[in-house]
T-cell receptor, first 117, second 112 residues
Framework: DAGVTQSPTHLIKTRGQHVTLRCSPISGHKSVSWYQQVLGQGPQFIFQYYEKEERGRGNFPDRFSARQFPNYSSELNVNALLLGDSALYLC????????????????FGEGSRLTVL | DAKTTQPTSMDCAEGRAANLPCNHSTISGNEYVYWYRQIHSQGPQYIIHGLKNNETNEMASLIITEDRKSSTLILPHATLRDTAVYYCIVRAVNTNAGKSTFGDGTTLTVKP
């Protein structure tokens, strides 16, 4: 079975530009989350989407937005890029919206590495 | 979610057991301990999780102290491929499944 897939794997943008990152969750997973990982730090939570609705948001500016499609794939959009947005953007999927004793495992993709010049 | 504290880095000899500690002194009764690892340039990978009993799977063992304020991830026979950043995370039951609070983890270097 295919894991979480993300595209593109690498991209370079300049300050002020806009970027769209894409994620396809594991088949049957309805929850998709986005994380930003700056070099040398752990992943930071940006958004969670479940059944096409935003279910959680981290401490990120409004330049960051996302959406989830009927097939549960998701896009992360970042407007007016800043140098500080350079990071690895990770997508994670999980079967359900809430954790339970037997779940709560997140399945991560390989990430999209964004460089802002 | 409770905050966790991990050493910044550790070394381990190949073939020996790697013991990675995690402090979570403010953990609540409904919070599980999860461990993930991230090999360079890849996404984090789930390893194991537990509530209060020790757990073992094909990858590792998780030892949680009786007061649940700390835990240790054990890789019984570390290999060079176990070199990675290891994250200890605490998450409550019936909370947002997609949101986890990662710290900066422990960089484990397995040496030949």
């Amino acid at each position: 079975d295919a894991g979480v897939t993300q595209s593109p794997t690498h991209l370079i943008k300049t300050r002020g530009q806009h970027v769209t990152l894409r994620c396809s969750p594991i088949s049957g997973h309805k929850s998709v989350s986005w994380y930003q990982q700056v070099l040398g730090q752990g992943p930071q939570f940006i958004f969670q989407y479940y059944e096409k609705e935003e279910r959680g948001r981290g401490n990120f500016p409004d330049r960051f937005s996302a959406r989830q499609f009927p097939n549960y794939s998701s896009e992360l959009n970042v407007n007016a890029l800043l140098l500080g947005d350079s990071a690895l953007y990770l997508c994670a999927s999980s079967p359900s919206r809430l954790t339970s004793g037997d779940t709560g495992e997140l399945f991560f993709g390989e990430g999209s590495r964004l460089t802002v010049l | 979610d409770a905050k966790t504290t991990q050493p910044t880095s550790m070394d381990c000899a190949e073939g020996r057991a790697a013991n990675l500690p995690c402090n979570h002194s403010t953990i609540s009764g409904n919070e599980y301990v999860y461990w993930y690892r991230q090999i360079h340039s890849q996404g984090p990978q789930y390893i194991i999780h537990g509530l209060k009993n020790n757990e073992t799977n094909e990858m590792a063992s998780l030892i949680i102290t009786e007061d649940r304020k700390s835990s240790t991830l054990i890789l019984p026979h570390a290999t060079l491929r176990d070199t990675a950043v290891y994250y200890c995370i605490v998450r409550a039951v019936n909370t947002n499944a997609g949101k986890s609070t990662f710290g900066d983890g422990t960089t484990l270097t397995v040496k030949p």
